[in-house]
């Protein structure tokens, strides 16, 4: 099994940064990609950001440009950070880590977008 936990959700104003962490325990010797999703309110979830052990990195159009994936191996972290906030962005953003045939989850964290 693999847990993770996602924080440094909150609320900011349009134009803003926020900076996501996903830290990652247990079974993560054979995780092969870790991953950002969010979810709007009445939306289906939709993928983001993905970084492999490798450290390939690919991104989904909407935020390609403005969100950067990254990950520090020797804290099992992986970090969102978000740049030029719009309120479109405003959802509960989820950590996906990839092992094996398994998918795991974080529980989410909040991210408000003001305009």
Do not use: H
Request: proline letters at 3%; glycine letters at 14%.
């Amino acid at each position: 099994q693999v847990q993770l936990v996602e924080s440094g959700g909150g609320l900011v104003q349009a134009g803003g940064s926020l900076r996501l962490s996903c830290a990652a325990s247990g079974s993560i010797f054979s995780i092969t990609a870790m991953g950002w999703y969010r979810q709007a309110p009445g939306k289906q979830r939709e993928f983001l950001a993905r970084i492999t052990t490798g450290g390939s990195t690919n991104y989904a159009d909407p935020v390609k440009g403005r969100f950067t994936i990254s990950r520090d191996n020797s804290k099992n972290t992986v970090y969102l950070q978000m740049n030029s906030l719009k309120p479109e962005d405003t959802a509960v953003y989820y950590c996906n880590a990839l092992r094996g045939l398994g998918s795991y989850w974080g529980q989410g964290t909040q991210v408000t977008v003001s305009s």
